[in-house]
Every structure is written in C-alpha cells, then in structure tokens.
C-alpha cells in the first residue's frame, strides 16, 4: 500500500504554496508509506506527492514522484503483477530500477493511454505526458486501489484518501445529502459518489485525461465480457480454475519483503495458504484471530489444523472487549467513508499483529465467496431462477401490479405479526 496526491493549477489559481499543500497531504496519509515520502513540482501547474510501502526494489531507485530521462512523470499506488513480463516491450527502454513502477512508466511512453490493456495487477497513478502537455489517471479493473478527486474553480485535485483532499484550503466539508440517503438505503457509497458533495471517487476500469487548459475526457477502458463456457465438461473447469488460482497465487507472492496469509481455516483461505506452501521453501507466515468470550466469531480452531497440514508458522491475535471498545473511536480516523461491513474490525487487529511479526504483504480470501457464490443467500437465487426467469419476461405493468400486491401483502403480515408479538409480550393480545 502506498499513497498518492497531486495539485493541478490549470487557472494558475493563487491556492498558496502548493509544495507546502502538497506537503500536507503526504503528512495526512503517512500511514499508507511510512517508507519514504516524495514531493515534485512537475511543472508551474502540476505538483505530485508520494508515499512509500517498499515491497518490489527496496532501493532509493525506486523513490516517486519517478521522472525519466524524456520528462514523463510518474506517482503510482499498487502492484503490477507482470510488470517482469511487460520488458520485453520495451527493449530499447534504458531502466534505472527494478521496480514495477518504471516498467509502467516506459510502458505510458511507448503506447500511451493503451498501456492499460497490458496491465495484471491493482493501481491507482497519475502520469503527466511532457509531449501532450496533459495529466493522465486512471484505476484498476475491480477498483482494489482508491483514487478520489476534485475539480474546484481551475484547480484538478487528486489522493489515495479523501482526508488529504480536505487538507486544501479550496476543498469544504459539505455533506452530499443524495450519497448519505444512497448509504442508507443501500448500505455503500458507489462510485463516484462520497460523503462530500465536491469529492468524487473514481470508476473502477476508469481512466481520466485533462488537458493544459482543463478540458478532461472521462471514460471507461474495460468491460467485464462474459465467456461461454458450456462445451467444457466439469473436470476441465475445475483444472482451469486450479490453474488460473495457481498463477494468480504466484504472481502475488513476487515480492522483495516478507509475504504471509490470513488464515481463517475456511476452504479460501485454506486453499490460497496451500498453495502458498507449494511455491516457497520457507514455512508460511499465517495469521488468525478470536474474540475474547465469542465461541461463534472464534476460527482459531480451524486454522490451527490447516496450519499444522501445511507447516506454516502461525501467529494468534484474541481480541479482548477492552481492546475493541477503544478501537471503535479509531474507525473515525481511519474510513473516509461510512462502512457497513463490521469485518473492518478483525481486519484492523490480524493486519496490525501481522506487521509487528515483521510480514509486510498478506494474502487473503476475500472476494472469494462474491465470485464463486458461496454465501448461502446465494442458494435461495439458484432455486428459484427459473421462476423468477419467467416473470422477467413478462409485461412491464403485470409485474409492476405483480409486486405491489406482494409487497402491500408481505407488509401488511409484517405489521401484524409485531404488533401481536409486542402485545402478547405485555399481556395483551390483540386479534
């Protein structure tokens, strides 16, 4: 994880010092790189600024804002996982560095905006083309890195992190009253909306373009694109999942610090820690936590046997009450957004015990249940497609009428039902 800013001054607005802001919001976002820090001022309307988590080319090489010979100019946020691969592109391409953040650099200057379509990994960057005189930004396919911005009066504002935005003296703290109904109606905030009414946050698969005078191109460069699969039997699907998990697995664990896992002794988890095994000489780093009094919310059990199957050296965090009442004040500081999902919790404390056992890179099985249907709420929708296949295609007004009296219905009996559950439990019951 590291942390990105930038200040374009198209209107060479009189904001103050933009070295000194740029400044600000490195400070404010420390905790994404405590590594190293970077400021460059790019030109007399752009500036840059760059946080560090070292993990590929732990050299002073690889230190952003990240300038070639040409004048393109880079600040970039996540991992490009084939960035080894993408070499042979650019093979007249004189590298100063190891690092992945160079290789997308060359990458810019030879295809431009295209470079995108040859990218495996998760990003958030800014590039700034001398020849083009133009800013481009863009963020990766399923939007694992965060990239939020601001147009205000001539100045294009850009972080990793909303609270180094609200660092600008331009930039106020309103509420955006649509997005607040949206999160409780919907409990997430989709792109590009955010809590604050002149903050947006970009599109996953999105990609930004301003030019010198401000005129910017907003638009996306992929689609999901859905494969018929139906000639494969089901032995072949299972071999090509095995493998696409395999390679996916591998490209992750490239890495010049430490990598370990979050173990919950569940089958993803599980899964991603043995094949971690097979790929490394040296025993697994694998993290699991419990909660203190909280048998049903406790997976050590589990993980400690997938641990000793597969010999990882394993770490244990319980978290006691005391630990997670004071924690919750902290929730503030660290979300920009309102979150509804309460795993934050376990994360924040398995994510702190990893770090002071010394592993930077962990890998999880989050988004495993999302894209292979694993919830079991999931099941009620595979029972009853084909029913609800049939009343799709039916007119447009039966089905509005359709739904409000099975909702009027459902409500009703909802009404009912509590009212006599409230009224039994008072000693009156009401027919």
Known sequence: MCGINGVFNFNKVNIGDENALIGLMNDTIRHRGPDDSGISEVNQRLFFGHRRLSIIDLSKAGHQPMRNEVGYEIVFNGEIYNYAELKKYLPDYKFKSDSDTEVLLGL???????????????????????????????????????????????????????????????????????????????????????????????????????????HFRYQPYWNIEYSDYSNLTEEELKTQTLERLQK?????????????????????SSALVAMMSKMTNQPVKTYSIGFEGQPDFDELEHARKVSEMFGTQHFEKTVNPDEFKNFLPKIVDIFDEPLADPTCVPIYFISQKARQEGTIVVLTGDGSDEIFAGYRNHLKY??????????????????????????????????????????????????
């Not at 939007?143 to 911005?149: A, E, I, R």
């Not at 996916?248 to 002794?265: D, I, T």
């Not at 409500?411 to 509590?418: G, L, P």
Request: charged fraction near 25%.
């Open 108 to 214: 810019y200057e030879k295809f431009g905006e295209s470079c995108l379509q040859y990218l495996n990994g998760m990003f958030a960057f800014a590039i700034w083309d001398p020849r083009k005189e133009q800013l481009f930004l863009a963020r990766d396919r399923s939007g694992k890195k965060p990239l939020y911005y601001s147009f205000q009066n001539g100045v294009f504002a850009f972080s990793s992190e909303v609270k180094a935005l609200l660092k600008l003296p331009f930039i106020k703290t309103e509420l955006d009253e649509e997005a607040f109904y949206h999160f409780l109606t919907f409990n997430v905030l989709a792109p590009p909306m955010t809590m604050f009414r002149n903050i947006k946050k970009f599109h996953p698969a999105h990609s930004m373009t301003i030019e010198k005078t401000g």
């Open 248 to 268: 996916s697995v591998q490209y992750r664990m490239v890495s010049n610090v430490p990598v370990g896992a979050f173990l919950s002794g569940g089958v993803d």
């Open 382 to 431: 595979i029972h009853n497609y084909k029913t609800f296949d049939k009343f799709s295609k039916l007119p447009t007004s039966i089905k509005k009428a359709c739904f409000r009296n099975f909702f009027i219905d459902k409500f009703e009996f909802s009404i009912k039902r509590n009212v006599k559950s409230c009224s039994s439990k008072s000693g009156i019951l009401l027919e």
